[in-house]
Nanobody, 116 residues
Framework: QVQLVESGAGLVQAGGSLRLSCAAS????????RGWYRQAPGKDRELVAT???????NYAGSVKGRFTIFRNNDKNMVYLQMNTLKPADTAVYYC??????????WGQGTQVTVSS
């Protein structure tokens, strides 16, 4: 099993930046992919960014060029650097990992609020 703990919640003014962190523990070697998702009130959870064990990255079109997903060298941490934030980015952000068997693990979620 993989356990995830997120941090980085904050209230940010439009145009500002924020970095989210996700610490993984447990069966880290079983992780095949990591990612960030977000869910706004009344809306479905959507993919924001993913990074595979090989380092390939993918972004939602709405955040491409503004957000960056990256991990540390030990690969126990994954981050989401969010720049040029917009009010539409306001959501609860969730860290997610998928193991080599395709089983997902989710973080508890962290609130990001962007004011205009």
């Amino acid at each position: 099993q993989v356990q995830l703990v997120e941090s980085g919640a904050g209230l940010v003014q439009a145009g500002g930046s924020l970095r989210l962190s996700c610490a993984a523990s447990g069966s880290i070697d079983s992780i095949n992919a990591r990612g960030w998702y977000r869910q706004a009130p009344g809306k479905d959870r959507e993919l924001v960014a993913t990074i595979t064990s090989g380092g390939w990255m993918n972004y939602a079109g709405s955040v491409k060029g503004r957000f960056t997903i990256f991990r540390n060298n030990d690969k126990n941490m994954v981050y989401l650097q969010m720049n040029t934030l917009k009010p539409a980015d306001t959501a609860v952000y969730y860290c997610k990992v998928v193991d080599i068997w395709g089983r997902p693990s989710w973080g508890q979620g962290t609130q990001v609020t962007v004011s205009s």
